[in-house]
């Protein structure tokens, strides 16, 4: 039967409390393992991640991804949700137990995402609070049609129905300045542009 030499436990982003044995301090047994792909460095608390450091504390990196934006907006995160997330070689992050559904949100970089059109939109309404009555046709910033979703005049409160290469099929929802949402969903470019047209008279 073995002996106790420590145990550890570890805070939401990545720091670890370790309790160790008199033996196993006297002769400097520790776990220097981290999060995947990370390995502790005593002299400065902050755990390597072969391209680039990672501090526990604050929970993100210290230095900017090496491959820019294409490891996601924000180039110091680790990952949303480090139980579910990982980033071995401090790329880019990766589900490992997400949902289907969660990993196409992520490539597509949406904040939600839905089957249809239909669902998409009851989800745009909800956010932005906005009915026919009260609103009326938002320019197109993008297209061939002059209008392409409802806006309520006088403020910054509505929608836009796009498509592009990044989010493929979205609709774009404000309700404030700062308060925007690219809601998602499952639908070819010509399948938008149809939908665009019911907003055209």
Not at 106 to 116: A, G, H, R, T
Request: charged share 25%; proline share 5%; aromatic share 12%.
């Amino acid at each position: 039967m073995g002996r106790w030499r420590g145990r550890g436990s570890t805070r939401r982003g990545g720091e670890v409390h370790e309790e160790r044995s008199a033996w196993a301090r006297q002769i400097g047994l520790s776990n220097p393992i981290r999060f995947q792909g990370q390995y502790h460095d005593r002299e400065t608390a902050l755990h390597y991640n072969r391209y680039r450091y990672y501090d526990p504390r604050v929970g993100r990196f210290i230095g900017q991804d090496p491959i820019g934006f294409s490891g996601g907006l924000n180039v110091y995160q680790y990952a949303p949700i480090p139980i579910h997330w990982v980033d071995p070689l401090g790329f880019t992050k990766k589900c490992n137990l997400c949902t289907d559904q969660e990993n196409k949100k992520e490539k597509l970089q949406c904040d939600e995402i839905y089957d249809d059109y239909n669902q998409a939109m009851n989800g745009a309404l909800s956010f932005t609070h906005i009915t026919a009555k009260g609103s009326v046709p938002n320019p197109a910033k993008f297209g061939s049609q002059p209008f392409n979703g409802r806006v309520v005049p006088g403020e910054y409160r509505g929608f836009r129905v796009e498509y592009d290469e990044r989010h493929k099929a979205h609709i774009n929802a404000f309700n404030g300045k700062k308060n925007e949402r690219t809601i998602c969903f499952d639908a070819s470019g010509k399948t938008v542009t149809k939908i665009v047209k019911r907003f055209n008279p």
